[in-house]
């Protein structure tokens, strides 16, 4: 069953952060060809969809996926969803693609690189590829409400962190720092013209995941690069 409050009309980078309307990073999408990366319940592709864009999505979760398609039904738009892991995207053809898009996926890639060469891969030259993920400062924190600023873990640790899912299971986080995600862009051959560190939003009310840390830790880091040559 879907939620009837989710927002498909406007792109949203992370928690408690201003959205695509006010950042404005991902320009005109009418009758561009559009993949986001680690789409759960499509949400983003469908409000690229309501846009005029070919909408295309990747997820590992075949739950997610069924949820997207309810959601999609729903909001009568076509989007092109499918099954698998966010790096194997052999169904695209080279420079085929206008935007490559993913909000809050990436933490949960343990290689991150092979990803961003399969993005360049699919991109048209000078195309851009914008994506979200949790900020690698905020990571070190200790997910404990009664002590908000107690540092949880070395900023330099990559061993993966394992959460309890909303649904049941876990989620399992591989964090990256910012010298690696800089670095694997330069290497996969982008140039990056756009960082962003929000502050969370002011005012109106707070979502399930606020934490008060959010006010001096950035939670969300927004990149946006752009394919240079093959």
Not at 56 to 67: F, H, N, P, Y
Not at 144 to 163: L, N, T
Request: charged letters at 25%.
């Amino acid at each position: 069953m879907t939620d009837p409050n989710v927002d498909t009309d406007v792109v949203h980078y992370g928690p408690e952060v201003a959205a695509e309307d006010e950042l404005r990073l991902l320009g005109d999408l009418k009758g561009k060809r559009v993949l986001e990366l680690g789409c759960g319940d499509a949400r983003a592709s469908i409000a690229f969809a309501k846009q005029g864009a070919t909408a295309i999505a990747v997820d590992s979760d075949s739950g997610a996926l069924a949820t997207a398609r309810v959601l999609a039904d729903r909001e009568e738009v076509r989007v092109e969803l499918r099954h698998g892991d966010l790096a194997d995207l052999a169904f695209l053809q080279a420079d085929s693609v206008d935007l490559v898009f993913s909000s809050f996926a990436f933490g949960q890639v343990e290689d991150l690189n092979r990803v961003l060469r399969q993005a360049h891969r699919v991109l048209k030259v000078g195309a851009p590829f914008v994506f979200s993920l949790p900020h690698p400062a905020y990571a070190t924190l200790a997910e404990d409400e009664s002590q908000p600023f107690r540092i949880g873990r070395s900023y330099f640790d990559r061993s993966p962190v394992r959460q309890p899912a909303a649904g049941g299971g876990e989620v399992v986080e591989y964090p990256h720092t910012f010298e690696e995600i800089f670095a694997g862009l330069v290497r996969a051959s982008y140039r990056v013209d756009a960082v962003l560190e929000p502050e969370p939003r002011t005012g109106g009310p707070r979502t399930p995941q606020w934490r008060e840390a959010f006010r001096f830790v950035p939670r969300t880091l927004i990149i946006r690069a752009r394919k240079e040559g093959n």
